[in-house]
């Protein structure tokens, strides 16, 4: 019928995350605020490579080994204080004059810590013959191989998002990634660096976001997130970081299974606020 529109509830809000500084570890908060780029302080820093590339675990590993979180909220527009935890378990505060320098010697290469700007077009660094662990790249991107692939890939003007400025992954999607691969495997949220992960019905398991695409996702009183595309991964999902283990199943397991797509990016419809217990609706 022409004009009928669904609207039905596909979860709560499990969990929410922010992630400072792109590739460290972030933080998982109770409630955060989401605008038109979306969740405020999200990837609103990185490290610069001497060459002018953006750094990313995709290719350095060793960056999830770092944390970073902010001392206060940040307000759009305002940078907040923030703080780096380091391998070694020191604190380092962002906006110290060696904040870079330190960095570079804990990386064991120069980098400067930078905050987004508003206009600058970046390239994040990635390694054609690790980027997608050890599934060969043709089977990844048809046509496409270790020795055309580029190695590295354009950021949305502006920011350092990957592609969009918010992701969002459904639990029951882990559960069923989890079946395929089988015993030990930990399927832990943290290894997608969703924004918001959803726990949905416990009887619906799949690659459950596929059924998201079409419509829109309204998340507590206000939020809506629009215009979802499929989130193709790569090996940042497998690798060790904090209690999880190094697993270079998840990826080959997402490549047979699914194309490679784990989770949605979304932009951003209508800001507001979301906390953790909010209800997700699907409207379509």
């Known amino acids: 019928m022409d004009g009928f529109m669904e609207r039905r509830q596909i979860g709560v809000v499990q969990d929410l995350f922010r992630y400072p500084v792109k590739s ?6 109770h409630a955060v605020d989401i605008g038109v780029q979306g969740i405020v302080g999200d990837r609103a820093y990185a490290l610069r490579e001497s060459n002018g590339r953006i750094a990313t675990a995709k290719k350095w590993p060793a960056m999830l080994e770092f944390s970073a979180r902010y001392d206060t909220s940040p307000v759009p527009g305002a940078l907040a204080p923030l703080c780096i935890t380091l391998p070694d378990g020191r604190i380092l505060q962002a906006q110290a004059t060696d904040a ?7 990386l064991n290469r120069p980098v400067v810590l ?14 054609p013959a ?17 020795a055309t692939m ?25 559960a069923h990634l989890r ?8 399927l832990d949220p943290r ?4 924004n918001i992960f959803v726990d949905t019905i416990p009887q619906n398991e799949g690659f459950l976001e596929d059924g998201w695409l079409e419509g829109t996702l309204e998340v507590g009183e206000s939020v809506q997130l629009v215009q979802m595309q499929p989130t193709l991964r790569c ?23 699914h194309r490679n797509h784990i989770g949605v990016w979304a932009s951003i419809g209508t800001s507001g606020t979301v906390h953790v217990g909010d209800p997700v609706m699907l409207v379509r």
């Open 179 to 186: 079946s395929l691969i089988g015993k030990g495997a930990q």
């Open 24 to 29: 460290m570890q972030g933080e998982r908060l």
């Open 100 to 106: 870079s320098a330190i960095l570079s010697t804990m």
């Open 130 to 146: 690790t980027v997608f662990g050890d599934v060969p790249v043709e089977h990844v991107l048809p046509g496409c191989t270790t």
């Open 235 to 257: 090996v940042m999902t497998s690798h060790r970081q904090s209690d999880l283990v190094q697993d270079l199943r998840i990826l080959r397991a997402a490549v047979q299974h």
């Open 150 to 174: 580029s190695d590295t890939f354009p950021l949305p003007p502006g920011t350092f998002f990957d592609a969009a400025p918010i992701h969002i992954l459904a639990s029951g999607t882990l």
């Open 191 to 194: 290894r997608f660096r969703p």
């Open 114 to 127: 930078e905050r987004a700007r508003s206009d600058p077009l970046s390239h994040a660094e990635i390694d």
